[in-house]
């Protein structure tokens, strides 16, 4: 019986905790969307993106020409010849994908783009609704537009050290 109480007075308390927080939602995507700055931002960055794309797309195009052309005149070729042109088709290939990795890959030229022009936008989205949040008493934000995140959280909701106290041997 005892037990029952106790269960019962927790999930009471529980529930009053959760009633006590205000939280809402937000569509991060759509406030993005109605901001001129991010749709020129993101045109540009689209423009910028199918340049480098064709560019990319081209040398592979070479790389290909080239492997045809070999593959029909293989049988024609002396030995040094074979390795010489497979040689010179690995090294296109390598420039190619090279290329492709100095535009496109992690920490590239899109991504560094993108932190010039759509960060700066993405951060006064993000400061706004922090100030909105705590202007309006919210301890919680959600963003809805790409699966439920939490967008801004109150500080003090955070317990991450009181967690870490409980952690043996977690930096303090």
Do not use: H
């Amino acid at each position: 019986m005892k037990k029952l109480i106790v269960a019962a007075l927790m999930v009471l308390g529980t529930s009053l905790a959760t009633q006590a927080q205000k939280y809402c939602v937000i569509d991060s995507k759509y406030i993005l969307d109605k901001i001129p700055e991010y749709s020129d931002a993101q045109k540009q960055l689209d423009n910028i993106s199918d340049g480098w794309q064709k560019e990319v797309d081209a040398k592979m195009q070479s790389v290909d020409q080239m492997y045809k052309s070999y593959q029909a005149e293989r049988a024609m070729l002396s030995e040094t010849m074979r390795a010489k042109r497979e040689s010179e088709i690995v090294t296109k290939e390598k420039e190619a994908k090279d290329l492709q990795k100095k535009y496109f890959g992690y920490e590239g030229e899109l991504f560094k783009k993108r932190q010039n022009l759509i960060k700066p936008i993405q951060d006064k989205v993000f400061n706004t609704v922090q100030t909105f949040a705590t202007s309006r008493g919210y301890d919680m934000i959600y963003d809805k537009s790409g699966g439920i995140t939490i967008f801004y959280a109150d500080p003090k909701l955070d317990k991450s050290e009181e967690v870490l106290k409980l952690i043996p041997n977690a930096k303090k």
